[in-house]
């Protein structure tokens, strides 16, 4: 009964949702037509009285230009078609998709089909209405598969106004879109898709614009006739074929001119209008011709007119990126080709109607262009409402499939998905994760071991070190064994007085993965034996390791629409402006740059320790583009950056320290200083991180969480504090009147429990200490009230290594501190003694752990309001 109750109040929000989104599709549907029609129309008076020669390119040239601005800076993602971004985000690709997409992509449609361009308006109204529901989705707090429910009926919504055919509107969303069969996504489709087919019929928004009545119309089908349509099919396979492969060479082509989506869009315009001033008079109007061509009697010259021309001016508009479908040139192409093979089979056989094999070649070539044949059949039955069309559109539309898919296997939509970077998953649940990436992809590639030849006492201050309850053991560099903490305590029991070495208490012969196990047979095998972690073996040599927390990470990336491999492929970044000083440096620190109130006090960070480890500082700012958008080809201004740049020149001239600097355009931030740091050869990289994150399955934040896991160099991440006093920036000339908020820097508290990146910390402290005023330092360990006497040792040697240091002028101290947990003894320290600055290490390795167990560093820059430092250690590469 609980589940029931549960149940219906969500079925019953579907249906109204799917109410609502047919109503409000089918009137974006309609308000489409007749807007593009009253442009159309103007477009078309206004030819009659001045020089279509001089009228047509004048309105293609200015109104593909407003329509590319206007997609280019309020919506990139309103570009073409609009139908593969729908079916990207309903792949559970990030893609936006949302009001603000759908209005853009309503307007920029207008004013493209207003301007003669030979494009549809079907396919924008289904990511209008896609978009439409995708917006009202969010207004309810539902689950990610009822938004995906809603945003399909959405775009089936929209295709049923469009061509007035409901049926087809369900039938594209099962066949292209979703390929989904469960009872509510079948439903929501079928009430949204009705309820948009009859509005838009209600309101005038007929699609073929035919009435057959009037027309005289009438169709005929005859057995003899079986081997034209055969034909007919053939031929529309292979012409769609090649035009499939035409719009993907147009495409490039417009790419390799490398000019802004406004002027390719307005050449377009410019062309075409060129073209059609030069075409008989009737081709101005492309509702009005497919409708001509269809009631024809025997024109064969006029058919293969409109075939060639419209096939070229569709690639010349399409490849430009005009927001704009394809199912309407699909239909006039249909149409052009299937009246040529019914002339050709009258004058053959001496019987047939043009106009039945027009409309078959109409269903033929859009489901050779689209690989829809069954919504290609249904669209032009319901169109038509003529039971003996049916029989000729399934030869025609199956023939024409099977020929285009032998041609040029694969789907139309998806090709265009992967020329902007994306690969559409056929597995896109979690089981699709687990069985895709492999123990290689997901593994911690840096794993602390210990060597067989340890002893227990040994081992027992590693564990105490340390907060993994595991080692993997070695023996010349070849995975023995593996000791757990399980291990350790029986051991200490069965021998209290003795100091065996570990090859005589591990656990031999461990259970051990592949870098080619996916992550399904990892998890089986964890669960099967009740452990936590694997080791990862290239024969007996140990390159990793995997625990649950990975896996939970990599499905919680996947949940959340972030996980980059191998859905979304960003392109490499591209450097669009950079200055270069003399490389006189012994190594480089990276900087990247985004903030101007905290870029500042970063960059006066970074000098400190590039002017004590005689570093070249080099600072990076990232731009994002959108990824349907490549980096090298989208215009960007710098104008802002470069004055944040400056910043860091101008503290590197005071100071007469080496400076670097880039501007990157990217998709993805996180690969640009990634590919930065390799292509630069990067010794330490600084940069700002926010203390916490929201993001399910993140540690430090998503683009934090990757550069930790994947830097090869030292990583120092900078919290800065709330407790601040006002400078003024470096950079006076840059911003003269606007003092930047900087922490203070002098007293400063250091937790130590003796791993390696605490030592790293400790050599950054003399450089560091240098931005406070009679700075004092603390060295503390935290201890728990059992432990009745700490192990002092880290302390004592950390204070060595500071000594050692001949730049260091300050006040050192250590002190341990008791407390239940090392969280809650820093910030009670931090809060009771008010220290400005807390300097922790973390270990790769150790970072999923922590977000099982409790995130230390987050827990701590959340809990102070102090300046937090987090430092990590190079990685092998």
Same mark, same amino acid.
């Given at each position: ?6 149940? %219906? ?22 308000? *489409? ?16 009285? *001045? ?56 307007? =920029? ?30 207004l309810v707090p539902t689950s990610p598969d009822h938004r995906r429910q809603m945003i399909a009926a959405g775009a089936g919504a929209g295709l049923a ?17 979703? %390929? ?57 396979? !292979? ?80 490849? =430009? ?14 149409? /052009? ?30 489901? /050779?262009?689209?690989? @829809? ?34 041609? #040029? ?35 911690? %590639? ?5 060597? /067989? ?34 291990? !350790? ?18 656990? /031999? ?16 095998? +964890? ?50 402006? %950079? ?79 080496? @400076? ?59 919290? +800065?504090?709330t407790q601040q006093s006002t400078v003024k920036s470096p950079s006076s000339s840059a911003t003269p009147h606007s003092p930047l908020p900087t922490p ?15 030592r790293i910390a400790i050599k950054l402290l003399p450089a560091l200490v240098t931005l406070g005023n009679e700075p004092q330092i603390r060295l503390t ?30 006040? @050192? ?12 003894? @820093?910030?009670?320290? #931090? ?36 300046? #937090? ?9």
């Amino acid at each position: 009964m609980y589940f029931r109750s549960w149940l %219906q109040p969500r079925r019953g929000l579907a249906i109204a949702e799917a109410c609502v989104i047919g109503i409000v599709a089918a009137l974006s549907a309609v308000f *489409l037509k007749v807007s593009s029609g009253f442009l159309g129309a103007w477009r078309v008076h206004s030819s009659h009285i *001045l020089p279509a020669w001089l009228v047509l390119p004048i309105i293609g040239l200015c109104f593909g230009y407003l329509a590319g601005l206007l997609v280019e800076r309020l919506a990139p993602e309103a570009g073409g078609s609009g139908i593969p971004q729908v079916k990207a985000t309903l792949a559970n690709i990030p893609m936006k998709l949302s009001w603000r997409v759908a209005i853009i992509k309503l307007l =920029s449609a207008i004013i493209v089909l207003g301007s003669g361009m030979t494009l549809g308006r079907q396919g924008p109204t289904v990511q209008v209405g896609a978009g439409l529901a995708a917006g009202m989705s969010r207004l309810v707090p539902t689950s990610p598969d009822h938004r995906r429910q809603m945003i399909a009926a959405g775009a089936g919504a929209g295709l049923a106004a469009a061509f007035n055919a409901p049926i087809a509107g369900v039938l594209f969303i099962i066949e292209e879109l979703l %390929q989904d069969l469960s009872g509510l996504t079948l439903g929501t489709a079928i009430i949204a898709s009705f309820i948009g087919g009859v509005v838009s019929r209600l309101l005038g928004g007929r699609s073929l614009n035919l009435n057959i009545e009037l027309l005289y119309y009438s169709s005929r089908f005859s057995f003899p006739e079986i081997p034209f349509f055969l034909l007919l099919g053939v031929l529309a396979g !292979l012409f769609g074929a090649l035009f499939n492969r035409g719009l993907i060479f147009s495409l490039q082509f417009y790419r390799n001119l490398h000019i802004s989506l406004p002027l390719r869009v307005a050449l377009a315009g410019l062309v075409s209008g060129v073209v059609v001033s030069l075409l008989p008079e009737s081709f101005r109007n492309h509702a009005a011709l497919r409708e001509y061509v269809i009631t024809s009697d025997l024109k064969p010259t006029f058919a293969a007119i409109a075939f060639i021309s419209q096939f070229i001016l569709t690639l010349i508009a399409f490849g =430009s990126g005009a927001p704009g479908g394809l199912f309407a040139p699909s239909l006039i192409l249909g149409s /052009a080709l299937g009246h040529l093979v019914g002339v050709f089979a009258y004058y053959v056989s001496g019987g047939g109607s043009p106009a039945t094999y027009a409309l078959a070649g109409m269903g033929g070539f859009f489901s /050779a262009v689209s690989k @829809v044949p069954i919504t290609a059949i249904v669209i032009v039955f319901e169109m038509t409402t003529d039971f003996n069309l049916v029989l000729p559109l399934m030869i025609v539309a199956v023939t024409a499939y099977l020929v285009a898919e032998k041609v #040029v296997p694969g789907s139309l939509y998806e090709k265009l998905l992967s020329l902007n970077g994306i690969t559409l998953n056929k597995q896109m649940s979690v089981e699709g994760v687990l069985t895709r990436l492999t123990a290689k992809e997901v593994m911690q %590639q840096r794993v602390e071991t210990l060597d /067989a030849d340890m002893t227990l006492e040994e081992a027992k201050q590693a564990f105490a070190n340390s907060h993994h309850r595991g080692f993997p053991v070695v023996e010349d560099n070849k995975l023995v064994g593996i000791i757990t903490q399980s291990d !350790l305590t029986k051991s200490l029991s069965r021998h209290p007085d003795s100091n065996p070495p570990l090859r005589e208490i591990m656990t /031999a012969n461990p259970m051990t993965v592949t870098p080619r196990h996916n992550l399904s047979n990892v998890l089986y095998l +964890l669960d099967r034996y009740q452990i936590s972690r694997l080791p990862v073996v290239e024969g007996q040599k140990l390159i990793g390791i995997i625990t649950r927390a990975d896996i939970i990470k990599a499905e919680a990336e996947h949940l959340n629409g972030e996980n980059p491999n191998p859905a979304t492929q960003a392109e490499p970044s591209y450097v669009v402006y %950079q200055t270069r000083s003399p490389s006189t440096g012994r190594g480089r620190l990276l900087v990247p740059v985004a903030n101007p109130e905290t870029a500042a006090t970063l960059l006066k960070m970074a000098a400190a320790i590039a002017r004590d480890r005689h570093y070249e500082i080099e600072c990076v700012q990232i731009m994002l583009v959108s990824r349907h958008t490549s980096p090298s080809e989208t215009t960007v201004r710098t104008a802002k950056s470069r004055r944040l740049l400056r910043q860091a020149e101008v503290l590197a001239k005071k100071w007469r320290i080496p @400076v670097h600097t880039q501007i990157r355009v990217a998709h993805d931030p996180a690969q640009a200083i990634i590919e930065t740091i390799e292509e630069r050869h990067i010794d330490l990289i600084l940069m700002g991180w926010k203390g916490n994150t929201s993001t399910p399955g993140r540690i430090f934040g998503n683009i934090v969480d990757i550069i930790i896991r994947q830097a090869t160099c030292d990583v120092v991440l900078v919290k +800065l504090g709330t407790q601040q006093s006002t400078v003024k920036s470096p950079s006076s000339s840059a911003t003269p009147h606007s003092p930047l908020p900087t922490p203070q820097f002098n007293r400063w508290l250091v937790p130590m429990a003796g791993g390696p990146n605490a030592r790293i910390a400790i050599k950054l402290l003399p450089a560091l200490v240098t931005l406070g005023n009679e700075p004092q330092i603390r060295l503390t360990r935290i201890f728990k009230p059992l432990d009745l006497k700490p192990d002092m040792t880290v302390l004592e040697q950390a204070i060595r290594q500071l000594m050692r240091s001949r730049q260091l002028s300050s006040t @050192v101290i250590a002190a341990p501190v008791q407390a239940d947990s090392v969280v809650e003894g @820093v910030i009670k320290l #931090v809060k009771t003694e008010g220290y400005d600055v807390v300097v922790l290490g973390a270990s790769r390795e150790g970072l999923l752990q922590q977000a099982i167990q409790g995130n230390i560093p987050e827990a701590i820059a959340s809990g102070v309001d102090s300046t #937090v430092i987090l430092v990590r250690g190079a990685i092998d590469s």
